[in-house]
């Protein structure tokens, strides 16, 4: 008899292995979808979507510079462990490259016509409009609703709420700039990123000081003295910088050209806690800045 009851427990506990393991397809430890955006901007919106039903984390923490990533162990181990890789796309993760082969992977800004430079490639920074973002909510929508059909009305409901908001952001962004006088309405950046922002809130982009869509790259001589002419012959008043950028060629440009160096802007990264702890807040940081330099 203690044989039998032995061999119960052992084919039940093999029954019980068997169904975990089965379900580790799909969810996470706690029974979750485990997911994994690459940059904390991109989580935020994703969690924004998913809600308590799914476990969202980052692989760059908080103020780090894409550019400048180099992937840890504990990073690969990250990548490998989690269902769903949640990426930006149009080419912005080059950090990743090989990393997540093999891995399911969506793309927020499918479906999206990005801007493309013959010089420079494919500019990636579509979540500096509110606007596009929304385009964004709804393939993590669908992706979530795939892989978790169970909480489809739960998607729905956040993606609905949170395109809402970035309705309400996309308005607010409009009026606020609508403060600046038209021909103040100029844009000198580190890399070109606003091209997306400048387009739907009536920017000029004056030119930047890394001609190129990263901040890796190194302008020339001749590059230097043309943005500084052209910053001079618009009366630019400000270069706008990312908290993670390198200021020495900004700070350069302004003692010949007089205008203002804004080096605190987040615009490919959160921050832990204030004053950019959520994408929306993090655009509207960035705007108040820019109002304030220009208006």
Request: glycine content about 8%.
């Given at each position: ?8 427990i052992a084919i039940m ?41 799914v476990q969202v984390g ?238």
């Amino acid at each position: 008899m203690k044989k039998i009851i032995n061999s119960i427990i052992a084919i039940m506990t093999i029954t019980a292995l068997f169904l975990t393991a089965c379900g580790s397809d799909s969810t996470g430890s706690e029974g979750t979808l485990s997911i994994l955006a690459s940059t904390t901007f991109l989580a935020d919106i994703t969690r924004s979507v998913a809600g308590s039903r799914v476990q969202v984390g980052s692989l760059l923490s908080a103020g780090a510079d894409p550019h400048a990533y180099q992937p840890s162990p504990q990073d690969m181990a990250r990548i490998e462990e989690s269902q769903l890789i949640i990426i930006n796309g149009a080419g912005y993760e080059q950090f990743l490259a090989g990393l997540i082969a093999g891995k399911n992977v969506i793309e927020a800004s499918a479906g999206l016509s990005p801007v493309e430079d013959a010089e420079h490639g494919v500019d990636p920074h579509m979540w500096l409009d509110p606007n596009l973002v929304i385009a964004y909510v709804e393939n993590i929508r669908k992706a979530l609703t795939e892989y978790d059909p169970a909480g489809a009305a739960v998607y729905q409901s956040n993606a609905d709420a949170y395109t809402a908001q970035l309705q309400e952001l996309d308005g607010w962004t409009k009026t606020q700039a609508g403060q600046i006088p038209a021909d103040r309405r100029l844009l000198v950046t580190n890399h070109e990123a606003f091209g997306y922002f400048a387009g739907r809130y009536g920017f000029k982009v004056v030119g930047s000081v890394v001609p190129s869509f990263s901040s890796n790259a190194a302008p020339s001589a001749q590059q230097m003295a043309g943005l500084i002419d052209e910053i001079k012959k618009l009366n630019a008043p400000a270069i706008f910088l990312d908290t993670a950028d390198n200021n020495m060629l900004a700070k350069q440009i302004a003692a010949e050209t007089g205008v203002v160096v804004i080096d605190d802007l987040h615009l490919e990264s959160l921050t832990e806690g204030a004053p950019a702890a959520t994408y929306i807040e993090m655009m509207k940081y960035n705007v108040s800045r820019i109002v304030e330099a220009l208006r």
